[in-house]
């Protein structure tokens, strides 16, 4: 398999301190990996660096074999980078129809013709139906974005991202605050997600991450701890230790 997204000796300071320490990682093409480690581990600091929001200390970090450490966030999503938020970046007052059509529209180069578009009968349209009725919100297009459940929210932002048409997706913990009820739309959604889409799952329900993943990465204090297959993770003394403060004897 190719490596779609790399690190490389990757570093963030923040004064004096060391927030991500040396991060050499790698992201196969497919790839349904998750990110993991307790609080203060910095996996908000690294997804940051790796979508361009903050600029590394030092290192790299390189999308489809292209060095785009120096790359600003719009340029990393045209180039096929995309993330989800902890919390919604979603436009409170506009319909999940207007923001699908915003994001196939800026994705096409029609960014300004957007709003027109939005009734139009055209490709814009036509995908707009298409993102939506895959990710279970068509019924709710009409609706302001802000008077949605909240699960259906986390589903529209996972729906606009995938709109963008990413290689790499980057969920920030989607189903954070999603009520019980609504959580399996969400672990539908994303198990769902085509195969071409390399995805890379930050997230603290364990549930989650061992239904989802088929590689575990953990990080602690800013380092890559240890990599491997969900069982090999789950069953590591060290990864006990950091998570339960179970004694270690490695």
Known sequence: MSVVLETRDLAKRFGGLLATNDVSFRLERGARQA??????????????????????????????????????????????????????????????????????????????????RVGAIDPVAEEVMRVAERFGIADVLDRRTDTLPYGKQRLLEIAASFACAPQVLLLDEPAAGVPEAERRDILD??????????????????????????????????????????????????????????????
Do not use: C
């Open 35 to 116: 990110l993991i480690g307790p609080n203060g581990a910095g996996k908000t600091t690294f997804v940051n660096l790796l979508t361009g929001v903050l600029p590394p200390t030092s290192g790299q970090v390189l999308l489809l074999g292209e060095d785009v450490t120096r790359l600003d966030p719009a340029g990393r999503v045209r180039r096929g980078l995309v993330r989800t938020f902890q919390i919604n970046q979603l436009f409170a007052d506009l319909t999940p129809l207007e923001t699908l059509a915003l994001a196939i529209g800026e994705r096409l180069g029609q960014g300004r013709d957007w709003r027109r």
């Open 189 to 250: 959604a994303i198990a769902a997600l085509p195969d071409d889409v390399s995805v890379l799952l930050i997230e603290h329900d364990m549930d989650l991450v061992f239904s989802f993943a088929k590689r575990i990465s953990v990080l602690v204090d800013g380092a890559l701890f240890m990599e491997g297959a969900p069982d090999v993770v789950a069953n590591d003394s060290r990864v006990r230790a950091v998570y339960l403060g179970e004694r270690s004897d490695d």
